[in-house]
Nanobody, 124 residues
Framework: QLQASGGGLVQAGGSLRLSCAAS????????IGWFRQAPGRTREFVAY????????DYRDSVKGRFTISRDNAKSTAYLQMNSLKPEDTALYYC???????????????????WGQGTQVTVSS
């Protein structure tokens, strides 16, 4: 199971750090993805990181502002979000998939385990 936390209300230009804690399984083998969903919109990819932390990617609109990382000893992944913009406002989800899962890292449907979401609201 995954537990996402760290969301909140912040002014534009501010920062937040989201956490995604796993309570079971071999966390170090999971690919962790962060996704977000704004009202009336489909869930969209934000970032992913592989189990060893050696590879990942971001959606273009957050590159240079967001950083995904993980601490396998703590079974926790993070999403550091800097220079936040109002268009970053959404419900943020973390998700996991096994190391041998096939399918795109960028598509929500290829992730098997999901956290409950944490709300990020950026005011202008």
């Amino acid at each position: 199971q995954l537990q996402a936390s760290g969301g909140g209300l912040v002014q534009a230009g501010g920062s937040l750090r989201l956490s995604c804690a796993a309570s079971e399984g071999t966390f170090s083998t999971y690919v962790i993805g962060w996704f977000r969903q704004a009202p009336g919109r489909t869930r969209e990819f934000v970032a992913y990181i592989r189990g060893s932390g050696d590879r990942g990617d971001y959606r273009d609109s957050v590159k240079g502002r967001f950083t995904i990382s993980r601490d396998n000893a703590k079974s926790t992944a993070y999403l550091q979000m800097n220079s936040l913009k109002p268009e970053d406002t959404a419900l943020y989800y973390c998700a996991a998939r096994g190391p041998f899962s096939t399918g795109s890292y960028y598509a929500p449907r290829f992730y098997t385990d999901w956290g409950q979401g944490t709300q990020v609201t950026v005011s202008s």
